[in-house]
T-cell receptor, first 116, second 109 residues
Framework: GAVVSQHPSRVICKSGTSVKIECRSLDFQATTMFWYRQFPKQSLMLMATSNEGSKATYEQGVEKDKFLINHASLTLSTLTVTSAHPEDSSFYIC????????????FGQGTRLTVV | GQNIDQPTEMTATEGAIVQINCTYQTSGFNGLFWYQQHAGEAPTFLSYNVLDGLEEKGRFSSFLSRSKGYSYLLLKELQMKDSASYLCASMDSNYQLIWGAGTKLIIKP
């Protein structure tokens, strides 16, 4: 099946700094990438949808200036958490939809972000 | 509004059978997905149902009733490695996945 590679898997950063998370589609072209956040024992919450060549679409309540999303190519989407705070500590996961509309999504490995 | 309900936690015994239920209410419906998620890892795809009935795939089966907005995941011959969270997700009319909070399955020897 299709592979989405997400890096880093874990990152610890200081409050006020920025962290970049990368998701690459390794064997297919992902024109769309979904970015999720998951707090412990909670569901995946969609943050934004990135589209290659255009601006990302953010879900209500997600600050676009804080969570910068760039979809620079058909194989790379990045999420940058700017001016991170401890409450941003969470599990961030990207996923790309499969070919066709009725197929499963392909997930990256996830990034555990801890802001200290 | 859109809503997915599934039990928070279930416990079962190794070798037994367990059924995890999910009810959904979404704007339009384009299928129901089940994913398995081990702690600290990304979800992995288990099954997809869009028509009523039972889909069997090895030890795992998934059932859908569209008229009732109901699905279940059936796990047979439980193994310790099946201890994980099981996420139910409904695809809405915009082909977006609406996720349940997940059911944490605990397997005891």
């Amino acid at each position: 099946g299709a592979v989405v590679s997400q890096h880093p898997s874990r990152v610890i950063c200081k409050s006020g700094t920025s962290v970049k998370i990368e998701c690459r589609s390794l064997d297919f072209q992902a024109t769309t990438m979904f970015w999720y956040r998951q707090f412990p024992k909670q569901s995946l919450m969609l943050m934004a949808t990135s589209n290659e060549g255009s601006k990302a679409t953010y879900e209500q309540g997600v600050e676009k200036d804080k969570f910068l999303i760039n979809h620079a190519s058909l194989t790379l989407s990045t999420l940058t958490v700017t001016s991170a705070h401890p409450e941003d500590s969470s599990f961030y996961i990207c996923s790309a939809p499969g070919e066709g509309k009725y197929t499963e999504a392909f997930f990256g490995q996830g990034t555990r972000l801890t802001v200290v | 509004g859109q809503n997915i309900d599934q039990p928070t936690e279930m416990t079962a015994t190794e070798g037994a059978i367990v059924q995890i239920n999910c009810t959904y209410q979404t704007s339009g419906f384009n299928g129901l997905f089940w994913y398995q998620q081990h702690a600290g890892e990304a979800p992995t795809f288990l099954s997809y149902n869009v028509l009523d009935g039972l889909e069997e795939k090895g030890r795992f089966s998934s059932f859908l009733s569209r008229s009732k907005g109901y699905s279940y995941l059936l796990l047979k011959e439980l193994q310790m490695k099946d201890s994980a969270s099981y996420l139910c997700a409904s695809m809405d009319s915009n082909y977006q996945l609406i996720w349940g909070a997940g059911t944490k399955l605990i397997i005891k020897p």
